[in-house]
């Protein structure tokens, strides 16, 4: 399997604009995840899907967020619009089941910088 | 104060050494994850436990549900240890959440 598949791998975009990250989760998975890592603020969980449902969105940051999954094989994360303080590396994540004995598997990360 | 607590925050080791991280949490979870990140970015799951102990190559991962206490252990460190470890739970209520990660340099 090919893992979990992240693009852009790197963005750079001017404050305003429209961002948007992909994310293909291993096939089979039916949790998928947006986590967002600064160096502020360390990793953190943006919103998780389970079989194409948002579960938890109660880490989006605010309404310029949003994340669907309208496919078992494709997520996105919209940013619109984007500010400098969105600049942060976002990972996806999958994994066949939420609990104990079953691994997470990560993405390579998509890096965004605001300018 | 913070659900997920890890120490130390950096490390400093010489090729060979045993390396310990703990994290500490605060809340009732099912499962504990240590992660390792490199320099590149790349996030990769090294252990998840419920219960006891699990050992991988030079590995071991402990935790002790009731004292809500977990270790990473490194024995026999090389270079290419060199990475963040990163404690994270899994709850309920908020799928995974991370620790601030522990910083690990090992020299030659």
């Known amino acids: 399997d090919a893992g979990v598949i992240q693009s852009p791998r790197h963005e750079v975009t001017e404050m305003g604009q429209e961002v948007t990250l992909r994310c293909k989760p291993i096939s089979g998975h039916d949790y998928l995840f947006w986590y967002r890592q600064t160096m502020m603020r360390g990793l953190e969980l943006l919103i998780y899907f389970n079989n194409n449902v948002p579960i938890d969105d109660s880490g989006m940051p605010e309404d310029r967020f949003s994340a669907k999954m309208p496919n078992a094989s494709f997520s996105t994360l919209k940013i619109q619009p984007s500010e400098p303080r969105d600049s942060a590396v976002y990972f996806c994540?999958?994994?066949?089941?939420?609990?104990?004995?079953?691994?997470?598997?990560f993405g390579e990360g998509s890096w965004l910088t605001v300018v | 104060k913070n659900e997920v607590e890890q120490s130390p925050q950096n490390l400093t080791a010489q090729e060979g050494e045993f390396i310990t991280i703990n994290c500490s949490y605060s809340?009732?979870?099912?499962?504990l994850h240590w992660l390792q990140q490199h320099p590149g970015g790349g996030i990769v799951s090294l252990f998840m436990?419920?219960?006891g102990k699990k050992k991988h190559g030079r590995l071991i991962a402990t935790i002790n549900i009731q004292e809500k206490h977990s270790s990473l252990h490194i024995t026999a460190s090389h270079p290419r240890d060199s990475a963040v470890y990163i404690c994270a739970v899994l709850t309920g209520r908020r799928a995974l959440t991370f620790g601030s990660g522990t910083r690990l340099q090992v020299q030659p």
């Open positions: 436990l419920s219960s």
């Open positions: 994540a999958s994994s066949s089941r939420l609990n104990s004995g079953n691994t997470i598997y």
């Open positions: 809340v009732g979870i099912s499962a």
